[in-house]
C-alpha cells in the first residue's frame, strides 16, 4: 500500500514526511507551507506563482495525506498526462480522464475512485461537466478540487475557455468541498474573475514573487534572425529549446532551415494532425528532438523541466502570453535563456489582426496590451523591473540578468541627430514609414526613393555615416519619447509631433541612448562567472552527469516516459557531484524519494560505482573490438591537430555535444571530425551514431538505389530519416568492413 494515512486531521508535519518520502525533496518552498496550511484547514484557495515555482506540490501534497480524492481540473491533455506520470513514477496513485481515455480505462478509473484506491483524478472541464460525471463524483469522498490553470476562466485574459464558467456549477453541488484555484497569470482582473466566477468563499489568496531570476532577458533586434538563431543553437548543442512564431509556415520554414544545419529540430502547430503533433511532443519530452519550432499552441501542457532557452521569432502579442511562454524555460531552476526577436514589422501585422477583431472593446484592450509589451522591447531600462512592475511588483535594485544590466546603454546628446529625421520626415511631407525615412537619411537610391523623388530633398544622405540598425534604435526611441508618432491609417506614415516641432526649432534637446548589439550582453559577467565557479562542476563530475543522463535515457525509452520524469537535470547534477553509492546517501539526493529510489536507485548506483572504477578509457576500447572495425594498431594516423583534440575528448567518452562545448565549435564541426577521423581509420565508438538497425536500413536503400547513389538521393529515398552525418559514416562503416579503406 502506498499510503497510509498518519492521523485523522494532517498536520504540516506529516505534508513534510509526504515531501520527503515521495517527491525527495527536503523542505517545502516559503509559500508551499502557507498555501498547503490553507488547504489543510479546508479553505478556498487561490495561488497564484509564475510557472516553475512549484505550484503542483500545493495540492498533490494535501490530497496524499488527506482522506478522499483530489479532483484537479485541468484544460489540457497533454499536461495531465505528464502530471500523472509523474505522480506515479513517484508512487502517487494517479489517475486521468479525458477524450483520449478509452471507455474500458474509463471504467476501472471509475472502479479505483470508488474504492477509494485514487488519490488524484485529473479531469478536463469537458469531461467533468459531462453527462453524469458530477451525480458520478457524488457518490465519492472528495477531499478538493484543485483548478489548474485557474485564468483560463477570465474572459479579459489571453486563454479564455468559456467551459471555465461552468466550474460555477462546482459551488452548488459540493458546497462543502473546498477549491484552490492556481493559475501563473497574475493580472488584476483576472484575479477578481476567478474568485467570482468559482464563487469561493472568503479565500486566501497567495500572492508569490513572478520574480524569475534564473531566466536570462535578451532583445534582439529582428534582422538576420535565423542566423542569429541557428549560431545560438549551435553553441548549445545538448541544451533543448522552444522557438515560438507567429505563422504555421513559419514553423516549417525555419525547422527546417535548422535541420539543414544538423540541428534535430521538429515544428508544431495547430495544422497538424493530433497524431503528428503528438509525436514531436514525445520526442521533445524524451529528448529526441532538441529544438521545437511551433506556434504559441505548443507548450502551455509542457511540463519539461529542463527547457534551457526559449526563442520567440516574433513579437509576442502581450506581456502575459510572452511571460507564461518564457517561463517555460528553466523550470528546475537552474540558468536559462529567453531571446526575443523585436522588429516593427510584428508591430505592424499583430496590429492589423488585433483590430480586426470584432469587439471594439476586446480589440482596444488589446492594442492597449501589445503596446505595453512593445514598450518592453524597445526598453532602455532593466526588463525584469518592467516585466515586474507590469504584474504590479517591484524590484529594488536593478537584476543584473538582461541583456540591458548586462550591457547598459550609453547616454549621448542626440539633439543634431533627431533634428536630421525631423527634418528628413518634414521633408518628406510626413508620407514615408521607418523604413524608408532612414532609406532616405542614409542616402540609399532604391525604387521607393527614386520613386517618391526623396533624393532630391535637403536631409537625403545627411545619416550615410550610421547603420540601420543604429538609426532603427533613435527614430524608437524618438518615437517612445514622443518626438513622432505612426500613423497606423496612412501606411504606417511618420508625423511629427508638437514636442518635435520644439526639437526642430532647437528649443528642446534629446538624450539618446546607444546600445551595443553585441554578443557580450549574452556572454557570463564576471560576478555572475565567479558565483559559477565557486558551484562549477568538476571535469570527473561532468563526465559522470553525461553517464547518468544517457542511462536515464536508456530506462526512459524503454520504460516510454520523458527522461526528466525519471529524475531531473537538477537531481542528476547533484548526483554527479556527491556521487552517492549507499541507500542513505541516494535518498539524501533532493528528487529522489523512496519510489523512484526503489525503481531506479540500484541503477544510478551502479553506473555511479562504474564510473569510479574506470580510469584507462584503453579498457573500454578493447572491450569494443567485436562489434566495431579495428585498426591495426601499427598503422600510422594522420589527423591535424583539430582533429587530434577531438579525438582525444572522444576517447575519454565524451559526446560529440560535450566535445563542441569543450571545444567551442558547432556540433556540426564536430562531426565533420568524426567523420574523418573515422574514415582515416581511427577508432569511434560508432554504436553511439548509428545502430546496427539503421545501417542495415541505410544499406538496403542504397542496395535498391544501385550503384554510388548521390547522398542527396539516398536521404530522399529514406525519407530524410538519416541526418548527412548518419549516413555518410554508414557508407565508411560500409568500405571499411570491405577493406577498402584500411
Ligand atoms: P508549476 O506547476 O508552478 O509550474 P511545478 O509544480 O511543476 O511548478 O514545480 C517546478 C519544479 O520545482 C518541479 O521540478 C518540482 O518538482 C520542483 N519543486 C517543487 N516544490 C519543490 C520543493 N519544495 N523543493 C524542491 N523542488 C521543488
Ligand atoms: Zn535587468
Redesign the pocket.
Known amino acids: 500500500m502506498l499510503f497510509a494515512p498518519e492521523a485523522l486531521t494532517p498536520t504540516l508535519a506529516s505534508a513534510r514526511r509526504v515531501?520527503k518520502q515521495y517527491?525527495g525533496?527536503?523542505?517545502?518552498?516559503p509559500m508551499?507551507e502557507d498555501i498547503i496550511q490553507s488547504i489543510l484547514d479546508g479553505r478556498d484557495t487561490v495561488v497564484l506563482?509564475?510557472?516553475?515555482?512549484?505550484?503542483?506540490?500545493c495540492f498533490q501534497v494535501p490530497a496524499i495525506v488527506q482522506e478522499g480524492l483530489c479532483v484537479v481540473v485541468s484544460p489540457l491533455i497533454a499536461l495531465m498526462k505528464d502530471q500523472v506520470e509523474a505522480l506515479r513514477a513517484n508512487g502517487v496513485a494517479a489517475a486521468y480522464i479525458n477524450s483520449s481515455v478509452g471507455q474500458s480505462e474509463q471504467n476501472s478509473i471509475a472502479g479505483d475512485s470508488l474504492n477509494g484506491h485514487l488519490k488524484l483524478l485529473y479531469v478536463s472541464p469537458e469531461k467533468l461537466l459531462s453527462q453524469g460525471f458530477l451525480q458520478f463524483l457524488q457518490r465519492l469522498r472528495v477531499s478538493m478540487f484543485a483548478i489548474d490553470e485557474a485564468h483560463c476562466i477570465s474572459s479579459w485574459g489571453h486563454d479564455f475557455r468559456p467551459e471555465y464558467t461552468q466550474l460555477r456549477l462546482l459551488r452548488d453541488q459540493f458546497p462543502q468541498v473546498p477549491i484552490i484555484a492556481?493559475t501563473?497569470t497574475a493580472d488584476r482582473l483576472t484575479q477578481r474573475d476567478i474568485q467570482t466566477h468559482l464563487r469561493l468563499h472568503e479565500p486566501r489568496v497567495f500572492l508569490s514573487s513572478f520574480d524569475r531570476p534564473n531566466l536570462n532577458l535578451i532583445v534582439r533586434p529582428g534582422q538576420d534572425r535565423v542566423t542569429s538563431i541557428i549560431d545560438f543553437v549551435e553553441r548549445r548543442p545538448a541544451e533543448p529549446g522552444i522557438v515560438y512564431c507567429l505563422s504555421r509556415k513559419q514553423c516549417e520554414t525555419l525547422a527546417q532551415k535548422l535541420k539543414a544545419k544538423g540541428i534535430r529540430a521538429g515544428h508544431y502547430h495547430a495544422g497538424m494532425t493530433p497524431l503528428q503533433r503528438g509525436n514531436v511532443q514525445e520526442a521533445f519530452l524524451q529528448d529526441d528532438l532538441q529544438v521545437i519550432v511551433a506556434t504559441i499552441a505548443f507548450g502551455m501542457g509542457i511540463?519539461k523541466?529542463n527547457v534551457r532557452w526559449v526563442i520567440h521569432y516574433n513579437l509576442p502579442k502581450n506581456i502575459e502570453g510572452y511571460y507564461q511562454e518564457i517561463?517555460r524555460a528553466g523550470?528546475?531552476?537552474a540558468p536559462a535563456t529567453a531571446v526575443l526577436y523585436y522588429s516593427f514589422a510584428d508591430v505592424a501585422s499583430l496590429r492589423e489582426m488585433i483590430t480586426k477583431d470584432v469587439d471594439p472593446r476586446l480589440a482596444q484592450l488589446s492594442v492597449t496590451k501589445l503596446e505595453r509589451m512593445q514598450q518592453f522591447a524597445e526598453a532602455a531600462t532593466c526588463r525584469r523591473k518592467i516585466l515586474l512592475n507590469y504584474f504590479s511588483e517591484t524590484l529594488a535594485e536593478d537584476c543584473g540578468n538582461c541583456d540591458i544590466c548586462r550591457n547598459p546603454p550609453t547616454t549621448f546628446d542626440g539633439t543634431l541627430l533627431a533634428q536630421k529625421a525631423l527634418s528628413a520626415v518634414v521633408r518628406t511631407r510626413e508620407r514615408v514609414s521607418i523604413t524608408l525615412l532612414i532609406d532616405v537619411l542614409r542616402g540609399m537610391r532604391n525604387q521607393a526613393v527614386l520613386s517618391g523623388g526623396y533624393d532630391q530633398i535637403k536631409t537625403y544622405g545627411a545619416g550615410g555615416d550610421l547603420s540601420y540598425l543604429d538609426w532603427y534604435s533613435y527614430i524608437h526611441q524618438m518615437l517612445n519619447d514622443g518626438l513622432l508618432y505612426i500613423a497606423y491609417e496612412e501606411g504606417y506614415a511618420l508625423k511629427i509631433t508638437d514636442r518635435g516641432q520644439q526639437v526642430l526649432k532647437g528649443q528642446l534637446t534629446v538624450p539618446m541612448k546607444k546600445f551595443q548589439i553585441t554578443e557580450k550582453a549574452e556572454k557570463v559577467t564576471r560576478a555572475s562567472k565567479k558565483a559559477a565557479a565557486a558551484s562549477a562542476p568538476s571535469d570527473s563530475a561532468t563526465a559522470l552527469f553525461e553517464r547518468l543522463r544517457v542511462l536515464r535515457k536508456r530506462i526512459a525509452d524503454e520504460q516510454n516516459v520523458p527522461p526528466y520524469v525519471i529524475f531531473?537535470d537538477t537531481t542528476l547534477q547533484e548526483m554527479a557531484a556527491e556521487k552517492p553509492v549507499t541507500r542513505v546517501g541516494m535518498l539524501a539526493i533532493?528528487?529522489v524519494g523512496m519510489k523512484k529510489f526503489e525503481t531506479y536507485g540500484e541503477a544510478f548506483i551502479k553506473e555511479i560505482l562504474a564510473h569510479g572504477g574506470r580510469p584507462n578509457p584503453d579498457d573500454a576500447e578493447e572491450a569494443d573490438q567485436d562489434e566495431l572495425p579495428v585498426v591495426p594498431s601499427s598503422r600510422k594516423r594522420e589527423a591535424g591537430d583539430t582533429h587530434e583534440a577531438t579525438w582525444q575528448l572522444h576517447r575519454q567518452g565524451l559526446t560529440v555535444e560535450n566535445i563542441a562545448q569543450r571545444r567551442s565549435l558547432s556540433v556540426s564541426t564536430i562531426r565533420a571530425h568524426i567523420e574523418t577521423l573515422f574514415a582515416k581509420g581511427f577508432q569511434i565508438r560508432l554504436e553511439e551514431f548509428l545502430t546496427m538497425d539503421e545501417y542495415a536500413e541505410i544499406q538496403t536503400a542504397r542496395g535498391k538505389l544501385g550503384g554510388e547513389p548521390l547522398l542527396r538521393d539516398l536521404y530522399d529515398h529514406l525519407r530524410e530519416k538519416y541526418d548527412y552525418f548518419k549516413l555518410r559514416l554508414a557508407i565508411t562503416y560500409e568500405k571499411r568492413l570491405r577493406g577498402q579503406l584500411a
Open positions: 515531501l517527491y525533496y527536503d523542505q517545502f518552498r508551499q506563482m509564475p510557472t516553475g515555482g512549484g505550484k503542483s506540490v492556481l501563473a511540463d523541466s517561463g523550470r528546475d531552476g531531473t533532493s528528487g
